[in-house]
C-alpha cells in the first residue's frame, strides 16, 4: 500500500490540509502536485491498495478547471480516495461532488471526504489563520475515522457528498495580479504559474485571459511587487463580507 497526497495548492491552504489527513496514515506520503503547469499526468497510475488524499481549492463552488483537467489523466485503478474541498470560509457548493464525480470516472473509489477551511486566498482577511491548530487536531481526528473505517472495511460504497449534478457556473474572478515598479525580473513567478499566465521573457505581464486569479504569484514574489488592483479588491471584499461572517467548520463524509 502506497499513500499519496495529490493537491492543486497554488496559496498553501490546500495542501497543509492534505498534509494533516495523510500523516496518520503515512509518515512521508509521495506527493504529486498538480500546480505544475508543464507536467504529464496521463501516465499517473495506481494501485486498489493505494490510498490518494486528493485536495483542490473550492474556486466559485468548482474544482479548479486546471486541477480537474490534470486529474482526469490519471488511472484510478481502484484506489481508495479520500477527497478533499478547501475554501475560504464562504461555501463549498459543488466541489466535492464535482470531485467525486472527476475521480470515479478516472477509475477511483471514493472512500470519504472533508470539507476543510483555510484562510481565503484572495481576501485573507477571511478565515485569516486558518487552518489553525484546532482545525488541524480535528482534521487529524477525521483522518484517524477514515482509516478505521478502511481497515475494517467497512465501506459501504462509494461516498456521499453534498452538491448539484447541474454543477454551478462560474466564470472566474475579474482580478488580475500585475506586477509594479518593484519587480526584479527574476521570473519565479513564471516558473510557478500553474496555467503558463506569466510569459518568462517578461514576467512582469500578465495573461489576463490565462490568469484563474489562484494568487501564487502574489504569494511567492520575492520581491513583493505583484499585487491586485486595490479598489477592485476592496469591492469584492466587501460582497463576501456578510457570507464570510460566521466562521465556518471542518465537515467529515463517511458512510
Known sequence: MAVYTITF??????????????????????EIDLTVFSADNTNVSFSRNDICIVAV???????????ADRLAGMSGNGAKAILTAVYGNRAYEDTLLELKDLL???GFFCAAAVAAVAEHSIMRQFAAGRPNQEDLRELEQFARQIKKAIERNAMSGSVNVPGSTSYREYHGVPL??????????????????????????T??????GKCISCMRCIRGCPAQARRLNKLLLAGAAQKLKRACAEPKRNELFIN
Open 203 to 208: 514576467p512582469a505581464k500578465t495573461d489576463a
Open 104 to 106: 470515479t470516472a478516472a
Open 57 to 67: 481549492p473550492s474556486y466559485g463552488g468548482r474544482v479548479p478547471a486546471p486541477a
Open 9 to 30: 495548492s497554488p496559496t498553501g491552504g490546500t495542501k497543509t490540509a492534505a498534509d494533516c489527513l495523510a500523516s496518520v496514515f503515512a509518515p512521508e506520503p509521495q
Open 176 to 201: 488580475t495580479p500585475k506586477a509594479g515598479k518593484g519587480c526584479i525580473g527574476c521570473g519565479l513567478c513564471a516558473e510557478k504559474c500553474p496555467v503558463g499566465a506569466i510569459p518568462a521573457e
